[in-house]
């Protein structure tokens, strides 16, 4: 192994290390927010504050987010200020079903401390995934 090849692979292991880190802080973070929100009066079995789904509802986003944000850094002229930007502008998006659950429903047992925890759990994600990322992608 050369000089170099090492320091690539020492570069690429702490960059795994920091997107481990930052779903396992995301989703520590989510089940502080559905603990709240079931103590708020969310109901614990409503279905959207049990881990395995909140839990799959942050590791799959975090994962495709990195993606995503790699390839966007990748072809935009200033990431640093574009990156927090368009992660704002996915934030507002991802409100828009929350919004639309409060409004019908259509999840069984839904109330509004429910969806304000999922709304929450967006700005964790959202947040760790900034904080992560752009961590992960300092040279």
């Known amino acids: 192994m050369t000089a170099a090849s090492a320091t690539q692979s020492t570069s690429t292991g702490a960059r795994a290390g920091i997107l481990v880190a930052t779903v396992a802080v995301a989703v520590a973070l989510n089940a502080l927010v559905a603990a ?3 103590a708020a009066g969310a109901p614990a079995s409503w279905a959207p504050l049990t881990l395995p789904v ?6 799959v986003p975090l ?3 990195w993606f995503a944000w790699r390839f966007v850094a ?3 002229r200033n990431p640093r200020r574009t990156m927090p930007m368009l ?3 996915v934030l507002v998006l991802s409100f828009i079903p929350d919004i639309v659950l409060l409004a019908t429903g259509f999840i069984p047992g839904t109330t509004t401390a ?3 925890a ?3 759990m967006h700005v964790v994600v959202i947040g760790t995934a900034v904080a992560g990322y752009t961590l992960a ?3």
């Open 36 to 38: 709240i929100a079931t």
């Open 54 to 59: 909140f839990g799959a509802f942050t590791v």
């Open 63 to 65: 994962v495709i987010g």
């Open 74 to 76: 990748q072809r935009v």
């Open 87 to 89: 992660a704002l502008a």
């Open 114 to 116: 429910g969806v304000i």
């Open 118 to 120: 999922l709304m929450t």
């Open 137 to 139: 992608s300092r040279r």
